[in-house]
């Protein structure tokens, strides 16, 4: 059985070690390029950049630069910022009792220079892991210089230190970030004063704390994101700040309708009841991510804004929340959305956009529309009209048939083994011979009709009737 080493605990402990500190930059690098080496994935969970955003950041750590990140809403910029940690080392020693994480070798604080003068080769050592050293703030116009860089602490006045005593000085999360990565989200929001005062950090390299002769060298690296109409077109950031950031990347929303949906299948919530008799058709996870998708393009959208992926993965959790509620109501052994679960996802959407217009009602019509439209386009990747001229046929001779969130499996399958050709429609779906499956098949099928024109639709409580 093999004992795992102990750590150096002091300073004379650490130099006999032959431990030797890097710079931030360089220990990401360092990391960076070993993961490369393995192939390994940078950003694992984070789908659609490799080819964009990921190779920027590549190059930006390479180069040893301060990101930012622009993009509108729900385009993982927190998360990628926050990924940055794992290129940090595990651990790194400190000089315990320090606010600013002070490397026992080069010390960079009052209370830490002291404590080697004093202490030595005894000075005790602490190691802190990769999490100790993020630092993240999110922008607000109320904001202080107290809160990033630091300020005098009464308490510590009160305690006998002179105001000229540096050790009467309340770090702020800037210098307690030291030797590790610094994030400001939504940095236009931060007050022009404050962006002023993070300009030693950004070129410098050292924050400067009121009237004090204190100079902190910090070790970091200075991330950021945005959104890019704040940042490049109301003149809410000043120039100079700009000026310092290395790297500027954009990040975007998913590309393809593919990832889209691998996106939502992933960050959905999922419950362990809930999974065991759930069952989505591909089509209907199409029809979410197709949703969004026309939404981003949308006149009466707000596009500056953005829509935001969560969007995507709310309306996902909406349908399929529906489609418990009925299998539990209706007793039925499997969970399938269907076409009359979409007017549910209104819940889920409309605190996640901005509208251009705020006149009464006009949200759901925008609403009702971009289903209709995501339904329509679905439908027409998978099938032509004259497909179903047999199920046409059997509604010029009279058929109805009615449908319903609320409307029970077996009545749709009853109807089902009346329409001639349906069967073929089944196959080509994919969709196994399922109640609740052939509900949802069914569905699709009569509104792709409809709205192709081959079938009228009334309005009925509770759902439509379809008829010729």
Known sequence: MTTQKKKPDTLGELKKSGYTSVPVREELRRNLIARMGSHEPLFPGILGYEDSVVPQVENAILAGHDIILLGERGQAKSRIIRALVDLLDPE???????????????????????????????????WVGSDHRYGEKLATPDISIADLIGDVDPIRIAEGRYLSDELAIHYGLIPRTNRGVFCINELPDLAERIQVGLFNLMEERDVQIKGYRVRLPLDMIVVASANPEDYTNRGRIITPLKDRYGAQIRTHYPRELSLEIAIMEAERMKFPDTEERLYVPQYMKEIVAEYTALARKHPEINQRSGVSVRVSIANYETIVANSLRRSITQSEEHAVPRLTDLPYMIASTLGKIEMETMEEGREAKIHDDLVKRSVLNIFNRYFAAPDFESIV????????????????????????????????????????????????????????????????RDRMDGGFRYHA
Not at 104 to 112: D, F, K, T, V
Not at 411 to 428: H, I, P, Q, R
Not at 432 to 456: Q, Y
């Open 393 to 456: 046929a059997a509604f010029d001779q009279g058929a109805t048939v009615d449908t319903g969130a609320e409307v029970a499996a077996h009545l749709y399958v009853d109807e089902a083994t009346k329409l001639t050709g349906f069967g073929s429609a089944l196959n080509k779906l994919g969709v196994a011979e399922d109640g609740p499956a052939i509900a949802s098949a069914m569905e699709f099928v009569l509104e792709g009709l409809h709205l192709n024109r081959r079938l009228n």
């Open 92 to 126: 790194i020693p400190i000089i315990e009792g320090s606010e600013v994480n002070d490397d026992p070798l080069a010390p960079i604080s009052r209370y830490g220079k002291d404590m080697v003068e004093e202490k030595g080769d005894a000075t005790p050592v602490v």
